[in-house]
């Protein structure tokens, strides 16, 4: 009797069981066949999306083409260095054939120039004549850009070229000085501070040897006395050398310290953040040509000053400006190029549009060919401009690669590789806080 009940139990609890599994089988089944659906629906909507926004693109880019031929362009670019304006020169050249674009480079000796026109045209509400129309730039100048709405938003990132920069892996193009660009800025080209010294002077003896940190520089300097020193503030190799020593002598600070060079200068962060700069200016300065009482005005001075022997260790932020001021006989064959080992500040530069130029359409062209393959590699050349190309060599094709392929480097050059650590440029508002404790301690007045 308890055998009979107990299979009864059984076959009764069997056949919820077998019940229960097609129910949840039959689930299952509806389950994943409306994921399976919403999956493919979803990828087929990505799909048109793409496919939707890439015709977009492609339509823009034929309506800029067709209303940006046969106009002037004005760029307005730094003009202090020949090989940088060679290069553009090449530039106007190449955009006349494709385009028909005149190309007009107005030089500056300061960017902020351009700042201040475009600045005073939207004060007297001249909102699409402006007289700039393309504009080189980085860092606190865009900073000051941004901040007053003064610049054309989101073209940058819509330009075909744009994608050889690989922004996805390569987020460094859509950030300047670490401000994002919101698609204002293109970039166009990378550099790094190198120092260059004549060979025949700095002989590697024990009180000679070739100075590679920030620490054995000022050791050097002490130890001859004269031979080194640096542009005046505001020029730009001259902040770019008290931002370099800012940055490494912060490399041991705390991080809550160190932090504070990537954010905005403030009254409550400025003397804790500079004050170990002035402290090692003040044991520097003595060391320096003419004893630090009296400094140069540029880069091209302090070149001056090492062909006539004057100093025997200098810098720029152009590498390929050394061999060629060598070629040009401008400096004597004995120079040679070098980095830092503890580091080299480094940075992206680039192009933007205002936002009220006159030719934005044509801007945008030319724009877009100085990020092309071609124009990238021309300009990476160490006998054109050297400037290092802001593309991304696996997202070209071996043809476009081929245009890379260098020759061997002149013996002043910097040698390839050379930089083996970059250290990032502090936030744009520090150039104005540096400038401003300088001028107190250090400026004519004083």
């Known amino acids: 009797m308890h055998a009979i009940k107990f299979w009864q139990i059984i076959t009764r609890y069997s056949f919820c069981c077998v019940a229960f599994c097609v129910c949840i089988t039959a689930s299952f089944g509806v389950f994943s066949t409306s994921t399976l659906a919403s999956t493919v629906t979803s990828t087929n909507t990505n799909i048109n999306n793409n496919i939707n926004e890439?015709?977009?693109?492609?339509?823009r880019w034929e309506h800029i083409k067709t209303q940006g031929q046969n106009q002037d362009v004005y760029f307005y670019a730094w003009g202090g260095d020949a090989q940088i304006n060679a290069y553009i020169q090449w530039a106007v050249k190449q955009v006349k054939t494709k385009y028909n674009i005149n190309l007009v480079h107005v030089k500056l000796s300061d960017?902020?120039?351009?700042?201040?026109?475009?600045?005073?045209?939207?004060?007297?509400?001249?909102?699409?004549?402006?007289?700039?129309?393309?504009?080189?730039?980085?860092?606190?100048?865009?900073?000051?850009?941004?901040e007053h709405s003064l610049l054309l938003k989101q073209w940058a990132n819509k330009l075909p070229n744009f994608v050889f920069t690989d922004p996805i892996n390569n987020?460094?193009?859509?950030?300047?000085?670490?401000?994002?660009?919101?698609?204002?800025?293109?970039?166009?080209g990378q550099a790094s501070l190198t120092f260059y010294y004549d060979s025949l002077a700095i002989d590697g003896s024990a009180n000679n040897k070739l100075p590679t940190t920030l620490n054995e520089l000022l050791n050097w300097s002490?130890?001859?006395?004269?031979?080194?020193?640096?542009?005046?503030?505001p020029d730009f190799l001259g902040m770019s050398f008290l931002k370099y020593a800012l940055v490494m002598l912060h490399q041991q600070s705390n991080e809550s310290v160190k932090a504070q060079l990537n954010q905005p200068a403030t009254a409550l962060n400025t003397a804790q953040v500079l004050n170990p700069l002035w402290d090692f200016l003040n044991k520097l300065h003595p060391t320096l040509w003419r004893g630090g009482t009296h400094f140069m005005q540029s880069g091209a001075q302090m070149r001056r000053l090492v062909d006539d022997t004057e100093l025997s260790l200098a810098f720029t932020f152009s590498a390929p400006e050394v061999p060629a001021a060598v070629k040009r006989y401008d400096l004597p064959n004995s120079i040679r190029s070098y980095a830092m080992n503890d580091g080299s500040l480094s940075n992206t530069h680039f192009i933007a549009i205002p936002y009220n130029a006159s030719h934005q359409q044509s801007a945008q062209l030319v724009a877009n060919f100085l990020l092309s393959p071609q124009a990238q590699a021309h300009k990476q050349q160490a006998h054109v401009w050297g400037d290092k190309t802001v593309l991304i060599q696996s997202t070209l094709n071996a043809e476009q690669q081929a245009l890379f392929k260098t020759t061997k480097p002149h013996p002043s050059a910097l040698p390839f590789n050379s930089i083996k650590r970059t250290?990032?440029?502090?936030?744009?508002?520090?150039?104005?806080?540096?400038?401003?404790?300088?001028?107190?301690r250090y400026g004519v007045s004083k």
């Open 54 to 59: 890439n015709a977009k693109l492609k339509s």
């Open 111 to 146: 960017t902020s120039e351009a700042v201040s026109r475009v600045l005073a045209e939207k004060s007297a509400n001249n909102n699409n004549q402006g007289s700039v129309d393309l504009v080189w730039i980085n860092g606190a100048n865009f900073a000051t850009m941004s």
């Open 423 to 440: 250290l990032s440029e502090p936030h744009p508002s520090w150039v104005d806080a540096i400038m401003q404790g300088w001028q107190t």
């Open 171 to 188: 987020p460094a193009v859509n950030f300047d000085f670490g401000l994002p660009t919101n698609g204002m800025e293109a970039p166009w």
């Open 222 to 233: 002490a130890q001859n006395p004269g031979r080194f020193s640096y542009p005046k503030p």
